[in-house]
């Protein structure tokens, strides 16, 4: 039997992203999120969702772009640093060991350590309520040779990536028994 209750936005699990901003003034920044999606194909777009007391969301603000960079679950501890401490505070890269990579086509850094990184451009911002909605191009992507297939493709069978539950990190490994259609929304 169901219960009704009161409205929750309740899609599991969510992916977990680090998201790098670098500031008007150049101060860079480490913010671990789980809302997030992608938006669009063609072109290729995400979209995240930030709170507006945030650090992060003034620099997206200021700068309309930032990099997202796909952690693994070894790297668990330092992104639950990244999400429970404010770069008001402490530096992020600094405290977790991350290392910096100069981006291609935006300001923000790439976490070097993480497999795939995506730099984007902020085309559109939606004002929602507790949140705000940053829809961003993706306009350049880095990955790991190691998890390309011959083909070019991504190997995500290699990808040992992490999302979230309801208050806990998950690790996304196992497959479906059945291999999937191609969905029509894909």
Known sequence: MKKKISPRPWLFPRPVLLLTTRDASGKDNLITISWAGVACTNPPMISVALRKSRQSH?????TKEFVANLPTAKQQGQVELCGTRS???????????????????????????????????????????????????????????????????????????????????????????????RLHSL
């Open 58 to 62: 003034a620099a997206i603000c200021a």
């Open 87 to 181: 770069g008001r505070d402490i530096d992020k890269f600094a405290a977790t060991g991350f290392g910096k990579a100069p981006s291609t086509m935006v300001a923000a850094p790439l976490v070097s350590q993480c497999p795939i990184n995506l730099e984007c451009q902020v085309r559109h911002l939606v004002p929602l309520g507790s949140h705000d909605l940053f829809v961003a191009e993706v306009v350049w992507t880095h990955v790991h040779h190691l998890l390309l297939r011959e083909d070019g493709e991504l190997n995500d069978q290699e990808l040992d990536c992490l999302a979230w539950g309801e208050g806990e990190f998950l690790r996304v490994l196992k497959r479906a028994k059945q291999p999937a259609r």
